[in-house]
């Protein structure tokens, strides 16, 4: 077996949960290497949507930013930002939206927005951008980030973007149709909302990830499903594609543009 | 009709002590120049408005310029936080910064109420989040027809907007392609608007009859300053300078670089100094 790092794991195990038929929403840094990993590999027709308005875009190299020249350059069409939330996110176009985040508790809640009390936060983190109206109208919701203590937490100071929020029902109470998050890809396993409890719950331990690494790492006391499959082991395609673009991207945010646009 | 002038007039005539100002532009043409300008005439008590402030608004925050901002996501995409901004937010240096939160929907929204002269605006949003708690200007409408219940945001009406757009004709029509982002709907909204572009041409010859155009009797000035979204970009002039956005991260971190780097590169630089950033480029392409 090839050696990998866990962050290769994550974006690939990530990839693998998107197909052709997905339009998706993609957020910016892991939500958006693994998409264009999915998009590299086994899904070459998805369509790819960022919120600057880039409609089934294939960038050549990652973007640092949700609008970078690159999306444009190589998307079917852009159109404006209030024609974007409104016709395609709010109109229900959007299959999957895939979002990163700061902190994540066991009902998929996400936040970005403050550590510490609002009016006097301890640290401002940068806001939720696109991600409340993301988490409502898209069809379902990817999550992609590591497990970390701070990271997956047992209550959040603050709820930036609601996913299962407190559990249940909840979201039908709020009258939201669509499914919230569905799974959420870390670096250590994959988590899926519990059917009736919404709790995140280990269904995939990645490949020489044992439970006690999973418990230590996670906020809460982290419940495992009755069957956990272990994920299985990125393939080299799998590999040599995401190194490759990690490798494109690392060389064009170096220089004063995208390879493209300077050449 | 919108007069064309230069940069240091327009911002004269145009950006006063106190207004509510948006400089827009989504990653894509940011008005930097403009920005660099406002700072150079000393405006203060500035209200900002802008969906994604980055680091134009982390230097303005910084300088003391603002007294508020409005905005949905403000930090240095891909790269982190905006340290100018932490600052003000967590220790209120150089002054404290009143923040009104949105979310990206809510904005794109309320500029688009804007600009079609309606009080607010409405969308099925913020369902489940906090926001709603800690912004009392997040409320809530009932469809008339439906009875379902929306949230509400008020239409933003700056004083004056500030954008960059890649080309003007010698009547001030302006041009802009690529990603647009929210900048037309953002100076349709605005009392004023001062438009930054990278040339001034004969003929518009706007590439299709859909093209984004803004008439000049739309636009109050327009300013003749080549390179003036760098470090972002002007699609199809030079690509965004992702370095100088990871660079940035360190400039900012501490007050004293950030005062020294706004010295050198703002108070004692003019707009024509953006030239270079596109003419680096266009060299580089020839």
Same mark, same amino acid.
């Given at each position: 077996m090839t050696d990998f790092t866990a962050n290769e794991m994550?974006?690939?195990?990530?990839?693998?949960? @998107?197909?052709?038929?997905?339009?998706?929403?993609?957020?910016?840094?892991? +939500?958006?290497?693994?998409?264009?990993?999915?998009?590299?590999?086994?899904? +070459?027709?998805?369509? @790819?949507?960022?919120?600057?308005?880039?409609?089934g875009t294939k960038p050549d190299v990652l973007p640092l930013s949700i609008g970078d020249g690159e999306l444009c350059d190589t998307a079917l069409f852009t159109v404006s930002v209030p024609?974007?939330?409104?016709?395609?996110?709010?109109?229900?176009?959007?299959?999957?939206?895939?979002l990163g985040g700061a902190q994540i508790d066991k009902f998929a809640n996400l936040n970005t927005t403050v550590v510490g009390p609002y009016e006097h936060p301890k640290?401002? @983190? +940068?806001?939720?951008?696109?991600?409340?109206?993301?988490a409502s109208n898209c069809g379902r919701i990817f999550i992609t980030m590591a497990l970390t203590k701070r990271g997956f937490v047992e209550k959040l100071p603050f709820v930036t973007s609601m996913g299962h929020g407190e559990g249940g029902n909840h979201r039908e109470r709020l009258g939201?149709?669509?499914?919230?998050?569905?799974?959420?890809?870390?670096d250590l396993c994959v988590l899926e909302p519990d059917p009736e409890t919404k709790e995140l719950t280990v269904v995939s331990t990645h490949p020489g990830v044992s439970r006690e690494q999973i418990i230590e790492n996670c906020g809460w006391p982290i419940k495992f499903a009755e069957i956990?499959?272990?994920t299985p082991a990125p393939t080299e395609t799998e590999l040599s594609v995401l190194r490759d673009i990690n490798a494109r991207t690392r060389k064009a945010h170096a220089s004063t543009g995208t390879a493209k646009e300077a050449a | 009709m919108a007069r064309i002038v230069s940069l240091a007039q327009a911002v004269a005539e145009n950006v006063r002590d106190g207004d509510t100002v948006a400089m827009e532009g989504f990653t894509h043409l940011i008005p930097y120049a403009a920005g660099h300008e406002v700072i150079r005439q000393?405006?203060?008590?500035?209200?900002?408005?802008?969906?994604?402030?980055?680091?134009?608004?982390?230097q303005l925050i910084g300088v003391g310029a603002a007294r508020g901002m409005k905005f949905s996501w403000g930090g240095n995409p891909g790269v982190g936080s905006l340290h100018r901004f932490r600052d003000a937010v967590e220790n209120q240096w150089p002054r404290p910064l009143e923040i009104e939160e949105h979310s990206h929907a809510a904005m794109a929204n309320a500029y688009e109420a804007g600009a079609a002269n309606l009080p607010f605006a409405t969308l099925r949003g913020y369902i489940g989040a906090d926001l709603p708690k800690v912004n009392a200007n997040i409320r809530s409408v009932t469809c008339p027809f439906t009875g379902e219940v929306l949230a509400a945001v008020p239409a933003i009406r700056p004083d004056v907007t500030i954008i960059?757009?890649?080309?003007?004709?010698?009547?001030?029509?302006? @041009?802009?392609?690529?990603?647009?982002?929210?900048?037309?709907e953002a100076v349709l909204a605005a009392k004023r608007s001062i438009v930054t572009v990278e040339e001034i041409v004969d003929e518009l010859a706007p590439p299709s009859p859909n093209s984004v155009v803004l008439p000049s009797w739309a636009v109050t000035a327009v300013a003749h300053v080549p390179g003036g979204a760098f470090p972002s970009y002007a699609h199809g002039h030079y690509p965004r300078n992702n370095a100088f956005?990871?660079?940035?991260?360190?400039?900012?971190?501490?007050?004293?670089?950030?005062?020294a780097w706004i010295r050198e590169n703002v108070l004692d630089a003019t707009p024509e100094d953006f030239a270079r950033h596109a003419a680096i480029i266009a060299a580089k392409v020839a």
């Open positions: 994550m974006t690939i195990a990530a990839a693998r949960e @998107l197909s052709n038929d997905d339009v998706c929403f993609v957020g910016i840094g892991a +939500p958006s290497a693994a998409c264009n990993v999915a998009r590299l590999t086994h899904a +070459p027709d998805i369509t @790819l949507i960022y919120e600057s308005g880039t409609v024609e974007m939330f409104r016709y395609w996110l709010q109109g229900g176009r959007i299959t999957t939206g895939f640290v401002r @983190l +940068p806001g939720g951008g696109g991600a409340p109206e993301i939201l149709k669509t499914n919230g998050p569905t799974r959420v890809i870390t956990v499959i272990e | 000393g405006r203060k008590d500035l209200f900002l408005v802008r969906m994604t402030p980055d680091i134009l608004y982390d960059h757009a890649q080309r003007a004709d010698r009547k001030g029509n302006v @041009l802009i392609e690529g990603i647009v982002g929210v900048q037309k956005y990871i660079r940035w991260d360190e400039i900012s971190r501490d007050r004293e670089t950030f005062a």
